[in-house]
């Protein structure tokens, strides 16, 4: 018997990568219980082979997991996963750490918790902020709730990369999804920003022009200045990116990041701004922030 | 009579804040010509003022100006720029500069450039980087075509900020409008992210965990990686994005830019690249447009 008695709810990729990954970190006795076990079908014998590969014991129910186990990791599909703690809350004992890694919404999380609490479980809200086939159990991850530290505290040692952030379960996966906005954003607007340059000849230019201007300032200050500014450039911004779909469509690309980009503009100039702060923009985040709530901003 | 015989043909916004800024580095004798002269409208008057208070010298005709200043620059609205470009032609002499500064159409300016250089008349593309009421003449300014270095030599002397890019005309202002597709986006979508934030009380978290990422790498750096790994995780992408943006509907803001991004994402994974490549993302911005290219990205 392992010291840490860790199980997963849900086996398929994430659970298969983490445990993996701690099987070579020397853990063993991991446990695991998926919906497919005694369903005959080629997902259950797909699942028995790479749970024979991780080295992780199969149970026949989630009850026997959820006993024998002093760690639940949830990773079960986002719609499962308040099946999956409403089963997890009837069975864990007091004293024992229950991880949702699954993507369910954050304000489920924080009801959940709360149930938990109720009971005397620690509940975690673990994100995962990075590709898990590659980095496997040390996907880097973000933990908010109460279990949060004891969840950093017990698996930390084995390698595995969790920042905790104060607040309540939901705050983990909430991070998560804001800060998806902007990377996923900023990936998207590189690739259409360089297929355009690419198309016009210019991407060694373009990448020198755009990266000066990215390393001239700390991103933060850089943060700052764009949310300000915007209050009072918005408007004539609008135009510029409408030149901008102009060339794009000329070269027939589809201006897919412009066209928003010209759209939120013209959301933000439709606050009156320019005018009302008399061409003074808001310097700092938090004032930008107070100026969209009293715009009422979406 | 000034070294410099410098005119600007369209007295707006822009010729104004140019001139007045170079009048203050002590350059005079600058000329301007603007066709709402002679129409007797309030439009003239408020024109003639500010000729005056830029100590700038009124032309009766387009060919008066022409003729007697050996630098034009071209500050008409974008839609009588060839117009403009057009009378130049006629009236100017051999080895005298025209420059336009307009946001007329890149290939339109590529156009034109032939026929100047055809009339031993050096034609330069100048387009302006930046806010032009704050910086004046000072506006950082790209320039291509055959008379971009002649028109730097002239006026950096004057304070004016002119970097020459390889290239025929057109370039400087394509550079331009490739160039705002990233910076506009940027703008705009760091407003989302940030309103998003906001919004669920986690600015300071999400500014750290954002700032981190972007300040991890030279910027160069980053769009490589980017515009590689979006060949091979774009489809998986695209569903994360999904759950940010239900996450926005649920605080009833308007996804604009994190739609966009789903759709860029989508049009990205149906190249089919994820299985075509294994896995195995290009490192290097030649090698995604070479991809690009093969698959016809648009």
Known sequence: MAELSLGFVGFGEVSFCISSGLRDEGLSGICAYDVVLGSGTLYEENLRKRANEANVILCD??????????????????????????SALSHMSAGSLYVDVTTAAPAEKERWEKEFQARSIYFADSAMMGPLTINRHKVPMIASGCGASLWQEKMVPLGMKIDVVKGPAGDGTRIKLVRSVFMKGLGALLVETFLLAHRS????????????TVDQLPFEKTISRMLGADMIHAERRAHEVAESIALMETLRLKPVMAAATKERLELSAAMGLKDELAGLAPKTIEEACSVWDRKNYR
């Open 61 to 86: 129910t989630p009850e026997e997991l959820f006993r024998s186990c002093k760690v639940i990791v949830c990773a079960v599909q986002a719609p499962y996963a308040g099946h999956a703690a409403k």
């Open 201 to 212: 000849g210019l991407e060694d230019v373009v990448l020198k022009s755009i990266s000066a």
